[in-house]
Structures are given as C-alpha cells and as structure tokens.
T-cell receptor, first 116, second 111 residues
C-alpha cells in the first residue's frame, strides 16, 4: 500500500511553453501533498505544500505564478511549470501524506524536466 | 522544524552492518524520526520511522536514545544495491508540518 505515482517520468519541452506534472496517490487519500525540486548531486528542496481544496503554501523564493499547484482532490495534485526556461530543468518529486496524525510521507518516482 | 546533521558520506563493504547516526538536538515533543533511501533519478523510499527506543522492520533498525537528540539507522549485512543516499528527517507531518531534507548521507557499498 501507500503508492504515489507521478506522470510523466520525463518530459522535454521548449522554452516558453508550460508543462504539467501529475501526482496521484493510488491507494490512499492524501490530505497533504508536497512538491520538491532536486538538482544533480543535491538534496531535495521543498517548493510548496498543498492541502486538498485550498491554496498551496509556497516556500520562500519559489514563484507561485510560475509553479502553479492544484490539489483538487484527495488523490491528485498537479504542478504546472509555466513559461519554462532552461534553468527550470530539474528533477521534480511529489510526496503525499494521509494527514490526521499519520506521520509518514510517501514519494512519487519523480519527473525529469528538460527545457530546451 | 528540528535541524538534522548527518555524515556526508560513508563507505562500507558487502556483508557488513552499517550504522548511520543523525543528530537532531532541537527535536520537538511531537516530532517523529523518519529515514528515507534515495537512488539516483528516483524518489525517496521510506525505510523506517520511530518516536523512541528501538524500531525494527524487515530492512532496518532504528535506535533512538531516551533524550531523542539523535538516532541511528542500522542496516544489517549491506549489499551493493544498498548504495544510495540516506536522509534523516524530523517532524510531525501528520499535523501539517512539511518535511525539510538535509544533505543526507551518501553510502557507498564496495565489493
């Protein structure tokens, strides 16, 4: 149990276009989902926290108008990178928690974004 | 959120037991200690979680002293496939806290 699936696993897009990444909790309801970005040889950097039905909370320095997060249901959150630029190329990872006192978070397999 | 400190890297040989210690001096009463494993180009994988004393599952053990200011992840008889980055996280995400990752420990298992 506790499977989190991300789609796509990798994507290449042109500069100026937008890309949407989906994060689904397959066998549990995720009250809270987290989005991270990871550059090569570095740790995960938290971008934002989203709770179902409410606006995401972004970490300092993360542009909310560039990284649009929608958590419309208890099993799906999406991250849209708008007007992507080469510096947005990174590994994006989501995680999901059941909340309500449950203390584990489970991670998706990640999405490799390359902007050319 | 409690800050964690881990060794940046460790080397071991196949078949040995590996212990990775994490310091978290500012751990709060409600915080749990969670360890994740990450392979290149994959999302972190949950290994084990504990609150106090000792927790054991099929892949690892977690030792937490009474003051909870540190914890030790113990991997018995490591193999080459255990080469990965291991992260220690402290927090209480069950009540809205987020997980902030430190640099982790890069474990290299040698033949």
């Amino acid at each position: 149990g506790a499977v989190v699936s991300q789609h796509p696993s990798w994507v290449i897009c042109k500069s100026g276009t937008s890309v949407k990444i989906e994060c689904r909790s397959l066998d549990f309801q995720a009250t809270t989902m987290f989005w991270y970005r990871q550059f090569p040889k570095q740790s995960l950097m938290l971008m934002a926290t989203s709770n179902e039905g409410s606006k995401a909370t972004y970490e300092q320095g993360v542009e909310k108008d560039k990284f649009l997060i929608n958590h419309a249901s208890l099993t799906l959150s999406t991250l849209t990178v708008t007007s992507a630029h080469p510096e947005d190329s990174s590994f994006y990872i989501c995680s999901a928690s059941r909340g309500e006192g449950r203390t584990e978070a489970f991670f998706g397999q990640g999405t490799r974004l390359t902007v050319v | 959120l409690a800050k964690t400190t881990q060794p940046i890297s460790m080397d071991s040989y196949e078949g040995q037991e590996v212990n990775i210690t994490c310091s978290h001096n500012n751990i709060a009463t409600n915080d749990y200690i969670t360890w994740y494993q990450q392979f290149p180009s994959q999302g972190p994988r949950f290994i084990i979680q504990g609150y106090k004393t000792k927790v054991t599952n099929e892949v690892a053990s977690l030792f937490i002293p009474a003051d909870r200011k540190s914890s030790t992840l113990s991997l018995p008889r490591v193999s080459l496939s255990d080469t990965a980055v291991y992260y220690c996280l402290v927090g209480d995400i069950g009540y809205g806290q987020n997980f902030v990752f430190g640099p982790g420990t890069r474990l290299s298992v040698l033949p």
